[in-house]
């Protein structure tokens, strides 16, 4: 399914006509059929995406244009190589992610201590454990990604149910209050009059 597709679907879901959506962003039938029919190269502008997506009350288009977006396709897989050392078979990929969160565990151990005084600068070595220890937690995510991956590749998830989970992930962050979408951020931002 392309983006332009996922929002047909996602308007007529919400029980829109091309005019009613069009109207709701300030923009015209014509385009928003173009929008949907992914005329556009490269789709619409992240500011409409997000505009389709908030008018249509769908985060789900967000994330849809993420996972299809050649950056996430193309790019990220080249700038973060496969981890070092790690075997392809999934048992494997899933120890080496539980070894990662076990390693990120004892450093955010570390770093809570080393913020929980008043001037953390002051703690021995600061910038270098600082540094180690952030590097630490980002072996996390890029980790769970490689099994992700793995798994797919395995036949074992689809991108549909990819795309599910990360949906109920947010709606889980959500609902305790954290990891506020862009969209919720720019709402604030708008309402408080202040830019950022």
């Known amino acids: 399914m392309s983006l332009g ?3 047909r679907e996602a308007r007529k879901k919400g029980g829109l006509t091309l ?3 069009a109207d709701a962003c300030g923009k015209k039938k014509t385009w928003l059929s173009c929008v949907e029919k992914d005329a556009f190269k490269g789709g619409p502008s992240d500011e409409d995406l997000l505009l389709i997506a908030e008018r249509l ?3 789900s288009i967000l ?3 993420l996972m299809e977006s050649p950056i996430c396709q193309r790019i990220i897989p080249r700038a973060f190589t496969p981890l070092n050392n790690i075997k392809t078979d999934l048992s494997a990929i899933i120890s080496k992610v539980q070894e990662e ?3 990120a ?3 955010s151990k570390i770093l809570a201590r080393i913020f929980s005084h008043k001037d953390p600068e002051t703690a021995p070595h600061f910038k270098a ?3 180690a220890k952030l590097e630490q937690l980002m072996d996390v995510p890029r980790a769970v990604e490689e099994a992700f991956d793995s798994v797919k590749k395995g036949g074992f998830l689809t991108e549909e149910e990819h795309l ?3 949906i109920r992930q947010q709606a889980k962050c959500e609902a305790h209050g954290h990891h506020k979408p862009e969209l919720e951020r720019r709402e604030g931002v708008r309402r408080n009059g202040t830019e950022r």
């Open 19 to 21: 005019e009613q959506l």
């Open 5 to 7: 597709s996922k929002i």
């Open 101 to 103: 969160l076990d390693e």
């Open 105 to 107: 565990t004892e450093a």
């Open 164 to 166: 599910e989970i990360r």
């Open 57 to 59: 009350n769908d985060r």
């Open 129 to 131: 454990t600082l540094l």
């Open 63 to 65: 994330i849809y244009a």
